[in-house]
């Protein structure tokens, strides 16, 4: 029975290039795609779930059958909850393959009906992460070849932001 609709999950923290190129990918393979923000991550995200999902659906706009939502707790529950079979996840380098595979493993462990799908982006995107442009931006590198112009926007104020704290911090404040 041919796959109707695909969960693509992450953190988007924030959304790049990368990520809009396997957006686009999906979309072309599924009828619909659901971009899923997690809620509850490990790591301390810089934008708050707000944020990253406004930041979503600005990047997404075009792609009449791309929805963004958010999740938490176990991805295979919320793919589940859709009635869905399929994870979508990205792989870019050696280094992801690892961490992918574990954890399309252990999802197959918790869940043997839902499949996990990779696509990779083109290669001019395979290498950007959200880390990279993260640390980018807070370093005032340019950040505008790998995000989209709202989104470098966004960063260029966090990052002051976050400059600002670290002056405070400086000056006994
Ligand atoms: N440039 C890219 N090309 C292909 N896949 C990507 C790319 N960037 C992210 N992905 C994939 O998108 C999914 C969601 O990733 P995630 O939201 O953690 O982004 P990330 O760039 O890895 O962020 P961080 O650097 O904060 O870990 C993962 O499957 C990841 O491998
Ligand atoms: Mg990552």
Do not use: W
């Amino acid at each position: 029975m041919p796959h109707r609709l695909a969960v693509y999950p992450g953190t988007f923290d924030p959304v790049s290039n990368g990520h809009i190129d396997v957006i686009e990918r999906g979309s072309q393979l599924f009828e619909q795609l659901v971009v899923a923000c997690a809620v509850n991550i490990s790591k301390q995200p810089l934008f708050s779930l707000e944020e990253r999902m406004e930041m979503l659906r600005e990047c997404t706009a075009d792609f009449t059958n791309v929805r963004i939502e958010s999740f938490s707790g176990m991805v295979v529950d919320y793919v589940r909850s859709l009635s869905g079979k399929v994870i979508l996840r990205g792989l870019r380098t050696f280094s992801d393959y690892e961490n992918e595979v574990q954890m399309a493993y252990a999802n197959r462990t918790f869940a043997p009906d839902i499949e996990t799908v990779f696509v990779c982006a083109s290669l001019e995107e395979s290498f950007i992460s959200s880390r990279l442009i993260r640390e980018a931006a807070a370093l005032d590198g340019d950040i505008s070849r790998f995000v989209p112009e709202g989104v470098a926007k966004r960063l260029r104020s966090k990052a002051s932001a976050l400059k600002g704290e670290v002056k405070k911090h400086s000056e006994g404040r």
